[in-house]
């Protein structure tokens, strides 16, 4: 199943993570500087319109295209967010980003292809981008590994996978690409610890959001059952991960 049919599939099931999203998209949209006033925003894999949300409270007077390539997510997008722009398609059907004064993707930038993530960067010459990467790095201040990290580890340790994007957002997370583009940039790590009730609601969770789907590619409802299946009764914590990413044409 390709990322598209995913989302297609989980649309209704998405907006119960609404708390999850909205967070995550307001601590990146704050890495905007105050004193930008962006008259047109492009929104890479828009989803369900969360963070587009957060795009309108902020920039109501700018020109908001919300991308994403779901039928379903788009639809509930509308809804959610009925000032913006929806727009079918990738950022490689995009083609060109000119004409955008800021970019942002939120929790999306990972599912980028090598050429889009190259026109992403070149395109930071001319225009703020704000992203939110995910980390592999998700212990707790006192470098604990919560349960559910340590449960999903395990999975992965005896899978195997080797998924393209994990390898690619790691260097990109790694690498100061936009630095070398003469452009100020912020960077700030945002983490957020959720109790579960068990194994099988933060196995929900993780396939829901796509984490198990950029983990496991076509094993993800399988990686699901397994996971559920190996945490033991009662609450289980598990730590999210994100760098953030701002970025501002000098």
Do not use: C
């Amino acid at each position: 199943m390709n990322a598209h049919a995913f989302y297609d599939a989980v649309a209704e099931r998405y907006d119960a993570h609404r708390g999850f999203y909205d967070s995550l998209a307001r601590a990146l949209v704050a890495l905007v500087p105050e004193r930008l006033a962006p008259k047109r925003i492009l929104e890479i894999g828009a989803g369900t319109g969360f963070a587009t949300r957060v795009l309108v409270e902020r920039f109501p007077a700018a020109e908001i295209v919300a991308l994403e390539p779901s039928n379903a997510m788009r639809q509930r997008g509308r809804v959610a967010a009925p000032s913006a722009r929806w727009r079918a398609g990738t950022l490689a059907e995009l083609g060109s980003t000119d004409g955008f004064d800021l970019i942002v993707a939120s929790a999306a930038a990972h599912w980028l292809t090598d050429e889009e993530w190259g026109s992403l960067v070149s395109g930071a010459a001319r225009a703020a981008l704000a992203l939110a990467l995910p980390l592999t790095d998700a212990r707790t201040e006192s470098g604990a590994l919560p349960q559910g990290n340590y449960a999903l580890r395990n999975v992965v340790g005896s899978w195997r996978p080797s998924p393209t994007w994990n390898a690619a957002t790691r260097r990109r997370a790694s690498s100061r690409w936009f630095e070398a583009l003469g452009t100020d940039v912020t960077t700030a790590k945002w983490r957020l610890v959720e109790t579960y009730a068990g194994g099988a609601e933060l196995a929900e969770a993780l396939f829901v959001r796509g984490a198990l789907l950029a983990l496991f590619g076509e094993d993800a409802e399988s990686a699901r059952e397994t996971l559920a299946g190996s945490v033991g009764p009662g609450p289980v914590d598990f730590g999210w991960s994100f760098l953030l990413i701002g970025s501002v044409p000098e």
